[in-house]
């Protein structure tokens, strides 16, 4: 409905750097029938608002200047929203009918000084191999192949632990309606089998690791049981901080279809149940299912990530997202970070939990909350229900090779 709401209002608004440009798509009704205001805001913060007086005809289209100078130390919206002056039958005074958006400058990037970051210790052992440094240790498993522990924090035990089980590669989504009107699960059966039932190979070169300054480098190989096979490489790199840069590659196995999503699936505590975000919402948004999203921040309870459809299915992502943190009520636990914009997911059910239950109340109890950053997820469709797919543009390129970075750390 967010996106039904956006694509039907009365006034399509383009805020640009110069000049804000409204058309108006009514027949009958001006502007001026409307309260009109621009925010100017960063990452959350509003620095200011003002009304705007623009007034423009049925069927006709205006500008006016823009009203900000908009600052060059961070990336700032511009949103510009026409409301209710006097409530009506069908809404209250104030109610939004249009808004539009402008996104300008970037998030500046701070680069990690290898020479200025905290020491850590390398410790090696048979089966494990650990980093410990000032507020955090790191334990990776030769045997089962991947980070095994992340305890951040202070206390008697070395810190908290915030896994509950190696985050590995994913390539599913419990399938959504539309996706089961064509079909999709058949099709797309390889990359469940690849999620599950990876294999991490084993041996006196896995993992891979190095110490490269202030940072230390682990890299772990998994054959991925499609048909023909597929590879996967998960690179994480830990710095004396305690951030951890977690780099995943895929190499599909030639022929094979596109995936529902490519990201990595981390599982944490319970107790982690509320969502914070910087990116597209407040509600869920896919690639193409976003005009009606607003970049902003916004939190939300993680148990109702998952819309209540019928059936439960695939839900609960958002896009454009620049960073977001999964927190207990008193603000500990992880924060996700990426450069660009990434589609993150935070749900107390893994993808196979929700795609087993046929009604809500078959959801197992929660018992852990599940991330899921990922570098895009296949488009949601909706044409119709009984065999249109998704659109081309919206889906993971088939048969290439992906690359998908971010990195997470710990909140005290």
Not at 84 to 111: D, M, N
Not at 120 to 127: P, Q, R, S, T
Not at 149 to 174: Q, T, V
Not at 380 to 409: I, Q
């Amino acid at each position: 409905m967010q996106e039904v709401k956006y694509l039907y209002q009365p006034f399509e608004i383009e805020v640009g750097e110069h000049l804000v440009t409204v058309h108006n798509r009514t027949n009958f009704t001006s502007t001026d029938e409307f309260r009109c205001e621009a925010e100017l805001a960063r990452e959350g913060e509003v620095f200011d608002i003002v009304p705007l007086e623009l007034t423009v005809g049925p069927g006709k289209s205006g500008s006016v200047d823009m009203p900000f100078e908009i600052p060059e130390d961070g990336e700032y919206t511009v949103t510009v929203s026409f409301s209710l002056l006097e409530a009506e039958p069908w809404a209250p005074a104030g109610y939004e009918v249009a808004w539009g958006q402008g996104v300008f400058g970037s998030r500046p990037v701070a680069a990690k000084d290898p020479e200025a970051q905290p020491t850590f210790e390398l410790v090696e052992g048979i089966h494990n191999l650990g980093v410990h440094g000032e507020h955090f240790s790191v334990l990776f498993s030769r045997l089962y192949g991947g980070m095994q522990s992340y305890r951040y924090g202070i206390d008697r035990n070395g810190g908290r632990e915030l896994l509950k089980a190696i985050p590995m590669p994913n390539f599913w989504h419990a399938p959504n309606s539309n996706e089961r009107g064509w079909g999709a699960p058949a099709e797309d059966g390889q990359w469940l089998l690849a999620s599950r039932y990876a294999v991490p190979r084993r041996g006196p070169d896995q993992p891979a690791y190095a110490i490269d300054g202030g940072t230390a480098t682990f890299s772990f190989t998994y054959d991925l049981p499609t048909n023909p096979p597929s590879l996967a490489e998960v690179t994480y790199r830990v710095h004396g901080d305690g951030t951890v840069d977690v780099t995943t590659e895929v190499t599909p196995g030639e022929g094979l279809n596109d995936m529902p999503e490519f990201g990595v699936m981390l599982i944490t505590q319970p107790e982690f149940d509320t969502l914070t975000w910087y990116g597209e919402g407040p509600e869920e948004s896919y690639v193409d299912k976003r005009h009606g999203a607003k970049l902003d921040v916004y939190t939300a309870d993680i148990e109702d990530q998952l819309a209540p459809y019928l059936r439960p299915q695939e839900s609960g992502s958002h896009t454009g997202v620049r960073w977001a943190e999964v927190t207990d009520r008193s603000g500990r636990g992880l924060r996700f970070e990426h450069e660009g914009e990434m589609e993150f997911s935070a749900l107390p059910w893994t993808p196979f939990e929700v795609e087993n239950a046929t009604h809500h109340p078959e959801l197992p109890p929660i018992s852990k909350t599940v991330v899921r950053p990922a570098l895009a997820r296949r488009g949601v469709g909706g044409d119709d229900t009984w065999g249109a797919r998704t659109h081309p543009e919206y889906l993971l390129p088939a048969g290439e090779k992906l690359t998908f970075t971010f990195s997470f750390r710990g909140i005290m």
